[in-house]
């Protein structure tokens, strides 16, 4: 038994044995926890939408207990697929893949296959994130097959599976069904007005421009990513954003307008404590500021790396 069920367990005995009579109604008591929970998930999505992933797992955590205390199954399965978006985001992926499995696991008993379908979507990032190009493809072809198998599937979860669609086709290299499935989800949730998803299938849209080297477009698709992740402040949204401005505008010729726009990034990730993005932007800086001739500053971006390089270790 975990220590997680073990703490549920004894706080169950303790309320069995303690004999008050002003113990709430069962319906009341479940109707608290779920209340509870909901408030606990919205604290954990604020979290996370602000790349503050270790606090948000904080809140996801306390909400899936909520859940199983009550045997709520629906509120069991989105709390875990929560718990593994944000494992995934801070790198911890074998816990990513143990919670989503389980989440899945759970939906496919309840035959909710909208819920199974959420978390297949997660899956297929997972696999992405990890480079298993094969195992994504295996998740993919079976979250299609249960999308085929059902009727009236919600438009936010089909937005989502073209997302993931895109993002899998860009990796094998399909550039033109990747823009069009990426297309599809943006037009989705335009409808829906679902501005972070739209934020994202933007970036991931400029990134199949650039990669077909069409900068301009690229660049474009950017600008429009940057403007809804500000109306949503959506902070590594915005880092990436800049950062991907600066590749591309490196690209074009565009050096002082890059250089810019990669100090932006620099400034936001070093708030948001993200080492592996500051590391790779001080980089970048590093061969650009050489190329601009300013050698003072490209010695000031090598020694934080140093610095960071020694702290770390």
């Not at 608290?32 to 948000?56: H, I, M, P, S």
């Not at 990134?207 to 959506?234: C, F, G, T, W």
């Amino acid at each position: 038994m975990s220590k997680q069920y073990l703490g549920l367990f004894c706080l169950a005995l303790v309320l069995l044995f303690s004999g008050c009579s002003s113990t709430p109604d069962q319906p009341e008591t479940v109707s608290l926890a779920k209340n509870r929970a909901a408030e606990y998930t919205e604290y954990g999505n604020r979290y996370f939408d602000q790349a503050l992933f270790d606090q948000a797992l904080k809140f996801y955590i306390m909400a899936l207990e909520n859940n199983i205390a009550v045997d709520y199954k629906e509120g069991i399965v989105l709390s875990r697929d929560a718990l593994g978006q944000t494992y995934l985001m801070l790198g911890r992926f074998a816990e990513a893949g143990t919670s989503l499995q389980a989440a899945r696991e759970l939906a496919a008993r309840m035959q909710r296959s909208d819920l199974e379908l959420r978390v297949l979507n997660s899956q297929v990032k997972l696999a992405l994130n990890r480079g298993s190009m094969q195992q994504a493809r295996r998740i993919f072809d079976e979250a299609r097959e249960l999308l085929n198998k059902t009727g009236n599937t919600p438009e936010d979860i089909q937005a989502d599976i073209y997302h993931s669609m895109g993002a899998l086709e860009k990796a094998d290299g399909n550039l033109q069904e990747a823009r069009g499935n990426l297309e599809k989800s943006i037009a989705i949730n335009r409808r829906l007005d679902r501005r972070e998803e739209i934020a994202g299938s933007l970036y991931m849209l400029a990134s199949v421009y650039s990669k077909l080297e069409e900068y301009p477009a690229a660049r474009e698709y950017l600008h429009s990513a940057l403007d809804m992740d500000k109306q949503i402040e959506n902070t590594l949204g915005i880092a990436d954003d800049y950062f991907a401005l600066g590749i591309v505008n490196s690209r074009m010729g565009n050096r002082e307008e890059a250089y810019l726009h990669l100090q932006t990034a620099l400034d936001i990730y070093a708030v948001l404590n993200r080492r592996e993005n500051t590391m790779e932007t001080l980089s970048v800086l590093i061969d650009l500021a050489g190329e601009l001739g300013r050698e003072d500053e490209a010695d000031i971006y090598r020694s934080t790396m140093e610095k960071i390089e020694r702290t770390a270790g």
